[in-house]
């Protein structure tokens, strides 16, 4: 009970005051400080991974060998990927989930906020040690974030740093989604059943499970590779009777689910901005909780289309092809409900919604160059291309990240009681939207003209559309600045938001609160909109 009333005791402290020293930070069990913390924190690696992507688009921007060596852009490829997906876009989601599923189900805390605060704090000594791997000799691992075996066993006195600090991350995920979980199904407000839930808070709670379902595999898969490195044992060594396939198997099994997990509480955060800024209920509440968890199952069963070449047999890679081709299904059930949200409704065009609509555009162009994917015969020419970096990054850039950003803009308000400088937030919008074509729409091309991916030089044809993605990386890059800029004059202070924020003297006849409100689809028909 101490535990417990420590949480609230704590909770009642001044929100806005100047911080009370580190101690505030360093102990904190408070779940906004918490959310803070992990947002901040993801900011910090936004910009350590997004460096080293530009060091990779800096040596690609000609052919030849320019600026790194072929190992040290191997390494900046691994650690890249490692850090945006570990450090930047999924604590920040958890850091999100800290801040609003309290305030959406009206629970006053989460429910273990010391391990809360112990989660959050593993990260920054995972991250160090991720990130020390390149100051020990021999440098990073340089195997890819996938870390196929045998590749990835060749990387002396960094692999095992590289080992603890993917555990550490994984445990750190794994008390998070527990977290999540028990607050979400044991503190919401009376009244609130489950399918009353914003749709934030149920895309986290699909994704906390997805979460513990498969960090275990992720972990196991590493302590094998472990083993076999140190102890002699055989699980990914030919030689010894193991299948280096094996590991791709397991690793995938992880992995494609993780993807969902990086892209779930995206779903929800956009569920939650396109019916503020159409000022209607969201269009289809059931379904698209019904299409979350359908996407969510289905996540488990579409592993192996990562290995399409590896020689598997044609039943398993028919199988694969359907499971896959069948995620379409749920994911256009969403993408046609948000569009039939904003249909009819009275739109306006602030920095979330902006975030939000580019988000439905160009998710939906990572999703067919996915279906693409997804069919074998094709994917044999596609597999290892840039065309396979393009569909990945128009779902993780303008699918996670823009959504972070919209969620950035559309609670920043309420997290500071400040408004930010809305001509600044436009600007960053569309100097975003415009760089991440700039950089990731020529590589469909490099891909289907057959551009291997992670080869630090390349044939002279490859290299106009090459230089025009490098253009648009650092143009990207340097706008991100910008989004810095807004945040931290938005915190430091700025013109006092009203808590009808999204409301401000427009002419809509409607008043939607800063906190979601009771979710939109409890309505029983739209609120007239003028």
């Not at 402290?13 to 580190?22: C, L, Q, R, S, T």
Request: aromatic letters at 16%; proline letters at 7%.
């Amino acid at each position: 009970m101490a535990h417990a009333h420590d949480a609230h005791a704590h909770d009642h402290h001044d929100d806005h005051g100047p911080a009370k020293g580190i101690g505030r930070w360093l102990f904190a069990t408070n779940h906004k400080d918490i959310g803070t913390l992990y947002m901040l924190f993801s900011l910090l690696m936004f910009f350590v991974g997004g460096t080293m992507a530009l060091v990779i688009r800096a040596e690609l921007f000609q052919p030849g060998m320019q600026l790194v060596d072929p190992m040290f852009f191997n390494q900046m490829t691994t650690m890249h990927a490692l850090i945006m997906i570990f450090g930047a876009v999924m604590p920040a989601f958890v850091g999100l989930a800290n801040w609003m599923i309290p305030l959406q189900v009206g629970a006053p805390d989460m429910a273990l906020p010391r391990m809360n605060n112990f989660s959050f704090w593993i990260l920054p000594f995972a991250f160090t040690m991720l990130i020390g791997t390149l100051f020990v000799p021999g440098g990073a691992p340089a195997g890819g974030w996938t870390m196929y075996p045998p590749l990835s066993q060749q990387t002396g006195e960094a692999f095992p740093m590289l080992i603890f600090a993917v555990h550490l991350m994984g445990a750190s995920s794994i008390m998070g989604a527990i977290n999540v979980i028990v607050t979400i199904m044991n503190m919401r407000a009376p009244g609130m059943s489950l399918l009353k839930m914003p749709i934030f808070v149920w895309t986290w709670l699909i994704t906390a499970y997805l979460l513990i379902a498969v960090m275990p595999v992720l972990a196991g898969a590493v302590t094998m590779l472990l083993t076999d490195h140190y102890f002699g044992t055989t699980f990914f060594e030919a030689a010894g009777g193991g299948d280096p396939v094996m590991f791709q198997h397991i690793f995938w099994f992880f992995g494609h689910p993780e993807v969902y997990i990086m892209i779930l509480p995206a779903f929800g955060i956009v569920s939650e901005i396109i019916p503020t800024f159409s000022r209607k209920p969201l269009f289809g509440y059931d379904a698209m909780v019904y299409a979350t968890a359908s996407i969510a199952f289905l996540s488990f069963i579409v592993w192996a289309h990562h290995m399409f070449t590896v020689g598997m047999p044609l039943a398993g890679q028919m199988f694969f092809m359907l499971a896959t081709m069948l995620i379409a299904v749920p994911t256009g059930v969403k993408v046609f409900n948000w569009t039939a949200t904003m249909f009819k409704g009275s739109i306006s065009f602030e920095p979330p919604m902006l975030f939000a609509i580019s988000f439905l555009f160009l998710f939906t162009i990572g999703g067919f160059s996915g279906l693409m994917l997804a069919i074998v015969p094709a994917d044999f020419q596609y597999h290892d291309t840039y065309f396979v970096v393009a569909h990945f990054h128009y779902v993780l850039v303008p699918g996670a990240v823009f959504s972070l950003m919209a969620a950035a803009y559309y609670w920043l308000p309420k997290w500071t009681g400040h408004m930010y400088n809305m001509k600044l937030a436009k600007a960053h919008f569309w100097l975003s939207t415009i760089f991440v074509n700039v950089l990731f729409f020529p590589q469909h091309f490099l891909g289907l003209a057959g551009m291997p991916r992670r080869i630090p030089d390349y044939s002279t044809q490859f290299a106009d559309w090459n230089m025009i993605s490098s253009i648009g990386a650092f143009g990207f890059g340097l706008s991100q600045l910008l989004f810095v800029y807004i945040v931290v004059s938005c915190i430091r202070g700025g013109e006092k938001a009203s808590d009808k924020v999204w409301d401000s003297g427009r002419p809509h006849g409607l008043e939607w609160t800063l906190s979601s409100p009771p979710p939109y689809h409890s309505f029983e028909t739209a609120p007239e909109v003028k």
